[in-house]
């Protein structure tokens, strides 16, 4: 069996990439630039900390979401697609490709 396996440093890297200030990903301004004291600025490894706290959050949701789904697909169907996903088929076939 080949192996799946995705890095997710790659998706932190991103997300980091793309925050401006602390508190963007929750819907808070950054610091006008008139704020002396409290600069909007963020560093590079204060970026990457909140980027990899934050993947790691979404990551453990969307794992919560697929061992329920596992779940009633096993109640409902038995464990044969299981069998489907170990020789490499997608788990959710096409639902996750992008159009």
Do not use: Y
Request: aromatic letters at 10%; proline letters at 4%; hydrophobic letters at 40%.
């Amino acid at each position: 069996m080949q192996s799946t396996r995705f890095h997710w440093g790659s998706v932190t890297e991103l997300v980091a990439d793309r925050i401006d200030s602390p508190g963007m990903l929750f819907g808070i301004p950054a610091n006008p630039c008139e704020f002396l004291d409290f600069p909007g600025g963020i560093s590079r490894s204060n970026k990457h900390s909140i980027a990899s706290s934050v993947v790691d959050e979404c990551l453990e949701r969307a794992k919560t979401e697929i061992g329920r789904w596992f779940q009633r697909k096993i109640e409902k169907d038995g464990v044969d697609f299981i069998k489907a996903i170990l020789k490499g088929e997608s788990v959710f076939g096409d639902l996750l490709l992008e159009h």
